[in-house]
Each structure stands twice: as structure tokens, then as C-alpha cells.
T-cell receptor, first 110, second 113 residues
Framework: EDQVTQSPEALRLQEGESSSLNCSYT??????LFWYRQDPGKGPEFLFT???AGEEKEKERLKATLTKKESFLHITAPKPEDSATYLC???????????FGAGTRLFVKA | DTAVSQTPKYLVTQMGNDKSIKCEQN?????MYWYKQDSKKFLKIMFS???????INETVPNRFSPKSPDKAHLNLHINSLELGDSAVYFC????????????FGPGTRLTVT
């Protein structure tokens, strides 16, 4: 069964303190791995799709990378406005379901 | 312009009532979804429609019935509401074909008392 595990559950950073969020996944054939950002009281907002191991995508202070078992979301010099829950999700080739992880709650203090 | 919209944003009702949540997308997407996010913030797929055809129907009580009158709309009707139905319900859409990233609505917070 497809599975997604995110760590840590919560991460507290000082402004400017770079770090990484981890997403471990198990899927029978990867169609795509997705990163979303969710702010309190709002719907998830799409950030990236990664399709194959070795692929990287960047957007402002965020960079997503992918291996055959994990994805990392690197946050460089974060700002308080980067505080949110970051969700990782996978879709396997066995069907149409997207499986979400429980998320990492990121707090960035000024 | 709102891409994926849901109404209502908040819904407070009593056990045993029947309620509906509406969703509309103006992105021209072929596929729409309903997700449930519980108090632990886990997002779980409930249903998905592609061009008005049901393609995902997870293990959800049959009190929940989705309806897609056209590919821009996907509504969720819930009969005989129970306390455990309290959650945030999100509608989402995706382009379909080889494009799988989903665009979510703002959510409907359902509270059953």
C-alpha cells in the first residue's frame, strides 16, 4: 500500500536559519511526488511536482529534491512568512489516488 | 478570480440532519476531488470525478453522496449527520491527462453538535 511519512512533525527555526524537511515514501511505481503549503484556515497550495529520482525544483527560498525513497524540501534563509504546514503527497501508477503525509508544521521566528 | 470555490465556509448543524456542500472550479479542469481533513490535519481522499464520471470512491459511509452535474461542479451531500463527521472538507481539481497537481478550495468547516 502506498505510504507517506513526514518528519519532523514540527520544526522551529530562527529567521535565516536554513533547514530541511523530510518525506519518505513507499509507492508501487511513482507517477509524481508533490509538495504543498497549507496556511491555517486555508486549503493546501501547490508548490512542486517531482517525477523521477535526481530531479530538483526551486521556488524562491524553497528547493525540492527527490530520491527513490525520499524527498527533501530545503528552506534557505527562511523568513517568518514561510511559517506554514508543508504537506508531501505521492501518486502511484497503480491508480488515481493521491496519498498525503501528515505534514511538517514550520515556525520561523523573527 | 477564485479558482476553486466552496460554499458554505462554515456549517454548524445537529446530529441527524442532512446537509450539502457545493464546489465549483473555473480552471477548466477535468478532474475534481473531495477530501476530509480531520482534527489531526490528515488529508484523506473521499471521492474523485473525471469528466462527471466517478473514478475514486474510498471507504466512506454511504451517507456521503457526491454529485457532479458538469465537470466544473462537484457537490457533496451528507445524510443523517453524526458527531464523527465534524471535520474540514476540501474540494480540489486537477487538469487531468498527465497533470496531477491539485488545486484546492478554501475548505468547509463542518461542526456537528
Amino acid at each position: 500500500e502506498d505510504q507517506v511519512t513526514q518528519s519532523p512533525e514540527a520544526l522551529r527555526l530562527q529567521e535565516g536559519e536554513s533547514s530541511s524537511l523530510n518525506c519518505s515514501y513507499t509507492v508501487s511505481g511513482l507517477r509524481g511526488l508533490f509538495w504543498y503549503r497549507q496556511d491555517p484556515g486555508k486549503g493546501p497550495e501547490f508548490l512542486f511536482t517531482l517525477y523521477s529520482a535526481g530531479e530538483e525544483k526551486e521556488k524562491e527560498r524553497l528547493k525540492a529534491t527527490l530520491t527513490k525513497k525520499e524527498s527533501f524540501l530545503h528552506i534557505t534563509a527562511p523568513k517568518p512568512e514561510d511559517s506554514a504546514t508543508y504537506l508531501c503527497a505521492v501518486q502511484g501508477t497503480g491508480g488515481f489516488k493521491t496519498i498525503f503525509g501528515a505534514g511538517t508544521r514550520l515556525f520561523v521566528k523573527a | 478570480d477564485t479558482a476553486v470555490s466552496q460554499t458554505p465556509k462554515y456549517l454548524v448543524t445537529q446530529m441527524g440532519n442532512d446537509k450539502s456542500i457545493k464546489c465549483e472550479q473555473n480552471l477548466g479542469h477535468d478532474t475534481m476531488y473531495w477530501y476530509k481533513q480531520d482534527s489531526k490535519k490528515f488529508l484523506k481522499i473521499m471521492f474523485s470525478y473525471n469528466n462527471k464520471e466517478l473514478i475514486i470512491n474510498e471507504t466512506v459511509p454511504n451517507r456521503f453522496s457526491p454529485k457532479s452535474p458538469d465537470k466544473a461542479h462537484l457537490n457533496l451531500h451528507i445524510n443523517s449527520l453524526e458527531l464523527g463527521d465534524s471535520a474540514v472538507y476540501f474540494c480540489a481539481s486537477s487538469l487531468g491527462g498527465n497533470s496531477y497537481e491539485q488545486y484546492f478550495g478554501p475548505g468547509t468547516r463542518l461542526t456537528v453538535t
